[in-house]
């Protein structure tokens, strides 16, 4: 016997062959029974299925590795048959010979410590391991082992074989007997262990399950839209398509979830993208934003999610599933931090209202793995919610008790913590493609379930699973066949709505102390963003606060831009530092050149001429929408030099235009002078760069204007004394007027004329021969008289 020899020291022991005429026939017509088998378990003959390189070091007991693909049912009843199928694969270095699989029934695992103390054990002990099942085809012997071959079996037993007694969970061995040429006896060569629910009536008071459900993903929208009145999204890529397309991670949740009675934990921002694939999109590209695809994917996932959450309970994380924990350690010192929460979690509801038209829950927090201490549950509560949801292996039991608490207590102001199952809730990860891990995993899950429900057989349990958050499509599927044969299966367990569980009465002794900051994992604080991080989204949130209050219609930037930074503190970049770096750093600089788009069109040196002159200054605003929360101010470097008559001015610009304001200035003194024009917000604080220009001042001074004060006086007195003299004169002779001669004068008149004057000059020339030229005295009487008053007459030349 296999147990003798080990009893004896012998490395390996031989192995009870019954009916070995059955083997042998076995051994002959496995080929042809292998291509019976079902797909999961492949044809026999000489299929080799590589794993791993053999080991040099696997001896013994562990010289083969078997793996149980399949366990069925999950729950066998007294008159049924259980079905194991499996692989073997040889790790040693030599060939096994007369291979034979069979069964052992080990004790009942009244613990569960003692559930997870089995899968890790791969040594077989003699006692502990139990005792071989016997009866008919119990047994399938295999054809040769070579090193690394692995070869599939099935064994279909009797469940009345196992010889199970009392409802428990039970441990059941597959073992590998057979020979090497180091060691050319029989002996156990490899054994797998598994528990093994089984219970012979229903339970009086079965365990409360409750199973969340998470859709949560990793962000997908940028901040930026296209200008369009729609403002259509630009995505980071198309990576949302995969996950929401059939066999992808987000559709294989909503269609496994549809037929469960789980509670959907859903972040809105994925509801909220998904919706906006649903509508014309862009994804960016190295070369640019190109028109999304995903719109008919996008449309049917939201329809099956709808119809899949339809009366079932509904729990909504804040926007963007920001990560608490990270707040509370990094961020509760960085101004306005903490204000994201509360706007987050008003815009969960009502995202997840209006696209699934269903109410959901926002009274719960969920910190990263459950993990807890006194910062935490301030952060997480801060923002409303009077639920957290935490984990055992967070919230240790400390009061001795034999048995699972309920998942509900209460840790103080009013604030319910609710705690999950460690064990259930970390089953379902790692790499559960392979079959053997899912069946572990779902063996383990149904283990646990019916072992805490024997704990105390008389007491009411509620349990609480809580996956990670981000589950494989695999992993979902492997959750999905546990909480199935719970429900249709089992006969210990049901799965209930997590308002449920949260209302259910804790235990006394169950621990309500919340762990000190001390106790927090270390390796989840290496994975919190950086207080770097908050202070940058507190930069962008000023940046995005000065930037509305400019804006006729700042909801098209503050929704995108807010909801972005909401993403900035997603939980689902921790592992991604510097994929988180990066989203931040173009959430910043798209924003920054948004505003950059309205500012102040630069001014070269100006000159001016005079006392006074009007300053334009030009406002450019490249936005599609007005600005009209801004004000322009001017001011100089010098106030003696050019003074500003009115300093700040109103600006309304529309979208897409510039518009010049004029400032009135005055001009005090000669020379250059630096203006600087700054644009400012209503609350007075500056926006944007000053802009700064030189003015060359040339005023006209006062020695200047007495020099052209004294030219012009010289200028009116040339002129009055030129007309005084033009007075004196008279008027000027006529030259084109006849000469007047004696023989024309009338009689009288020159009678009446007196004597002349000898001192009085001749008449001008041509009017007659003078007496020296003549030789005679004149005949013609002399009118013009120094002494008379009378005016000189027509053709009279007047000195003065």
Known sequence: MAEAAYKQGTPGGPVPRRWRHR?????????????????????????????QPPLADATGSRSAEIALTEISPLTPGADGTLTVRGTVTNRSRTTIGDAEVGLRTGPRLTTRSSIDGITGEKQYAPGSDGTEVTGEDTAVALPALAPGATRPFTLAVPVEDLNLDDSGVYQLGVTLAGETQDTPYEQILGIERTPLPWQKSPADTRTKVTALWPLISSPHLTARTESDEQQTPIFRNEALIDEISPGGRLHQLVTT??????????????????HAMTQPYRVETPDGPVSGTGQEVASAWLDQLQEAVEDEEVVAVPFADPDIAALAHRGRGVSGALGHLQPATEVAASTIESILHTTPSTDYAWPVQGALDPAIVSVATSAGARHVITRSDSLRETGGLTYTPNAARPIGGGITAVSADARLSTLFEGDLTRADHTTAAVQQFLAHTLSVTEQNPAKQRHLLLAPQRMPTASQTQTMATALEALTEDSGWADVVPLSETVTAEPDSRANRQVPEAAAYPEELREQELPTTAFEAMRETQTTLRNFAVILSREDRVVTPFGNAIRREMSTSWRGRAAEATAYRDSVQEHLVSLTDQVGLVDKSRITLSGRSATIPVTVQNNLVQEVDGLKLRLTSGRRIGLEIDDEIKPVVVEGGHSQSITFDTTAKANGRTSLTAQ???????????????????????????????????????????????????????????????????????AEDDPEPDDDAPSARPGAGASPESSGTKSAAPDDTRAESGESPGPGEKVDC
Request: net charge negative; charged share 20%.
């Open 23 to 51: 083997a042998a026939v076995a051994l002959v017509l496995s080929p042809l029974l292998a291509g019976a088998l079902p797909a999961t378990a492949p044809a026999a003959a000489e299929r080799v299925v590589p794993r």
């Open 257 to 274: 979830g549809a037929g469960l009675p789980v509670t959907w934990v859903i972040d809105p921002d994925l509801l909220a993208s998904v």
């Open 679 to 749: 644009l400012y917000t209503e609350d007075n604080k500056p926006y944007g760069e000053p802009m700064t220009f030189q003015v060359d001042v040339t005023e006209i001074t006062s020695t200047v204007l007495l020099v052209i004060a004294g030219g012009v006086l010289l200028v009116v007195l040339a002129g009055v004394r030129m007309y005084t003299q033009r007075k004196r004169r008279g008027p000027q002779p006529d030259p084109d007027a006849p000469l007047v001669t004696p023989e024309a004068e009338d009689p009288a008149e």
